[in-house]
């Protein structure tokens, strides 16, 4: 199968899905070339520095018709729309009664490793989760950047695609065939039956590595992906924690009402996956801090291959 | 103007200093000594340090993501901000910042900032703190035109013009923001129009021209300084290079359009002035301040390489004040 990057992957999906519905246009700072190029400038706009107008003009251009797409670049810019996000998208098609569909698509990088200090190294989808009314997408991988994307853009609600900074270049095979990914399916990476590592994102890459390391040692790791956020495809992930009885989940943001902490509660709240948890859960998460520049400093708040690996030993050594 | 030779030499010694710092961190960047991201603001330094000239030590400013200038030109060492690009535990937030991010709020500098606008309103803030102070202070924000599109603007100008806040606000009109064009995202051609819309003074200078930016300035504070509140400079300027010093950074600014420019250039043009009309500054003198700069900061990357990069440890420190 053809092999294309992730970054690629993601812009394939709007050139599809673009060229498919006539309703959608994209706004962002800066025009992406390869779309201007083939939907023009009407469409394609490049906008000035004002995430907080464009972020409430999507949800006005979706109540009257169209399918935004708000190219946000980084989850740090969202910030400063967070008005919208928080009192108006999430909200409206709720508050009013349903009246009228809101289909948006919001995309933004997530996540550090590039040395770029605390305001431009966050994983804040936790904080998004917390609201009713949007749904998220997290892939890991170009193939399901791709087709959810597609499944996002098709959506009648406000949708954010957090996509990961570290992950950007990484190629891998994406069907030349037209695809989508539903939202609210996970996929297992790997199947094991000692432990279950729940991954999200760059993570995902860094627990199949683990997985390895732990191979070696005689300890057999599952390895998923959850893939979508909201909605949450709990029957997968509580489905392994019963065959393995053992759970580590795994993320570059912090712990502190995390999507791990989440995780957990929807794991271990279901009686019978309960019962058949042998060990307590473990969430390999950054450091609860701001995420620093110095690479020392950085290298020493993030979760890896590592860090994970250890937990498992530990959560086996418990049982 | 009343700016003595002496005063004159010292401002192009600072803007030289900002034109070598960056150059050098530039090439530490693409060596891979320096991390994340680099913004540049070689082509602007007349700014700068013509605003900073005409404060006093007291006064306060605020930065962008291209803040190295500012930091210069208020007076911080370049050995710890050398450091902090190196991410040493030396530099000015011990690593934590890097280029985006430097602060030394003992010089009145409140920061670099990595979000458009986002110092806008914080300066405004030290501009209240000013007017509660009662002492005279005054307090500048330097943005980006396409900052001046931002909320944060809006809402800082209405209010400092509502309350008379001892406020300057420097935009820095370098025609882009990334490869946005300052025409397409304006709604006029000025920025300094939209003063009006506040009641407050809004003038265009000539952002190259140092001499223009101090007096305008000066103007600011002592308006400032009187309780009659808030002004508007836009400095009309360019950056030489592209957004940041990333190798992969597209930059799709016409070549004719940075060739003008060039030809403009800022410090070239006060280096004629000192020695053309005055007889101020010989060439052998300008060579000397020019090697003496070079060797300033060649200093200041031996300092940043000879600290330590921070413990591990010192990670979990400073999320919370003591
Ligand atoms: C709120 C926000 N949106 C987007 C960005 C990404 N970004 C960084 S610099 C920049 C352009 C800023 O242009 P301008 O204010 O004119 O300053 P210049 O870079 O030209 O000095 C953009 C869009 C950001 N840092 N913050």
Redesign the interface.
């Known amino acids: 199968m053809r092999q294309i990057s992730y970054a690629d992957a993601g812009m394939e999906a709007l050139i599809e899905e673009m060229g498919r519905d006539a309703t959608t246009f994209h706004l962002s700072t800066d025009a992406p070339p390869p779309l201007v190029e083939r939907f023009g400038e009407s469409r394609v706009r490049g906008t000035p520095i004002a995430e907080g107008a464009l972020t409430g003009m999507a949800i006005g251009a979706a109540g009257s018709g169209f399918r935004p797409i708000i190219d946000w670049r980084m989850v740090t810019f969202s910030f400063v729309a967070m008005d919208q996000v928080v009192n108006q998208a999430s909200k409206i098609h709720y508050m009013f009664g349903g009246q009228a569909r809101f289909p948006i698509l919001y995309r933004c990088t997530v996540g550090g490793g590039v040395r770029m200090a605390a305001q431009h190294s966050q994983s804040p989808y936790s904080m998004f989760m917390n609201l009713a009314g949007l749904k998220m997408i997290l892939p890991s991988t170009p193939r399901d950047t791709k087709g959810l994307l597609k499944s996002a853009i098709r959506d009648d609600n406000p949708v954010i695609s957090f996509e990961s900074t570290r992950l950007l270049t990484l190629v891998g095979e994406v069907p030349e065939e037209e695809y989508t990914i539903p939202l609210g399916v996970a996929e297992v990476k790997r199947e094991g039956s000692d432990v279950t590592i729940i991954a999200l994102a760059w993570l995902v890459h860094e627990a199949l590595a683990a997985a390895e390391i732990l191979e070696a040692e005689g300890i057999s790791a599952e390895v998923i992906d959850p893939r979508t956020l909201v909605p949450m495809d709990t029957d997968t992930l509580r489905a392994s924690v019963r065959k393995t009885g053992r759970l580590i989940i795994a993320d570059e943001a912090g712990p502190t009402c995390s999507a791990a902490a989440e995780i957990s509660a929807l794991v271990t709240e279901d009686p019978a996956t309960f019962r058949a948890l042998r060990a307590s859960v473990r969430r390999v998460c950054a450091l609860q801090v701001p995420i620093p520049y110095s690479p020392t400093l950085e290298d020493h708040v993030f979760p890896d291959r590592n860090k994970i690996a250890a937990a498992a030993r530990e959560v086996m050594a418990e049982s | 103007m009343d700016i003595s030779p002496e005063r004159q030499r010292e401002m192009l010694r600072l803007m030289q200093t900002i034109r070598r710092f960056e150059e050098r961190a530039s090439a530490d960047y693409v060596a891979g000594d320096i991390?994340?991201?680099v913004h540049c603001y070689i082509g602007e330094e007349a700014v700068a340090v013509g605003v900073c000239s005409a404060l006093e030590q007291e006064d306060q400013i605020i930065s962008t993501h291209r803040g190295h200038g500012h930091c210069i030109a208020k007076g911080a060492d370049i050995d710890r901000m050398m450091a902090e690009l190196y991410?040493?535990e030396t530099g000015y937030?011990k690593?934590?910042?890097?280029s985006?991010?430097i602060a030394d709020f003992s010089i009145g500098m409140l920061g670099a900032?990595?979000?458009?606008?986002?110092g806008i309103s914080i300066i405004t803030g030290a501009g209240l703190a000013a007017q509660l102070e009662g002492k005279g202070r005054v307090a500048v924000s330097f943005f980006g035109d396409?900052?001046s599109?931002?909320?944060p603007f809006h809402e800082s100008l209405n209010i400092a013009a509502a309350w008379k806040l001892p406020m300057i606000y420097v935009c820095e009109n370098n025609l882009w923001?990334?490869?946005?064009p300052a025409s397409?995202?304006?709604s006029v051609p000025d920025v300094a129009t939209r003063a009006a819309g506040y009641g407050i003074p809004g003038m265009v200078v000539d952002g190259n021209d140092i001499f223009a930016v101090h007096q305008a300035t000066r103007e600011a504070a002592a308006r400032a300084r009187a309780g009659e509140g808030p002004s508007l400079i836009e400095c009309k300027t360019y950056r030489y290079r592209r957004h940041t010093e990333r190798p992969t950074q597209v930059d799709i600014r016409p070549a004719e359009e940075i060739d003008a420019w060039l030809q403009k250039d800022p410090i070239e043009r006060l280096v004629r002035h000192l020695k053309g009309q005055q007889g101020q500054l010989t060439d052998e003198e300008w060579e000397r301040m020019d090697r003496e700069i070079l060797e300033r900061v060649s200093l200041a990357v031996d300092y940043a390489r000879a600290s330590a990069?921070?413990?591990?440890?010192?990670?979990?420190d400073d999320?919370f004040a003591a």
């Open positions: 991390y994340g991201t991410g040493r937030c690593g934590k910042g890097g985006m991010h900032n990595g979000i458009v606008a986002g396409g900052a599109g931002a909320g923001a990334v490869n946005t397409s995202s304006l990069f921070p413990d591990p440890a010192r990670a979990t999320v």
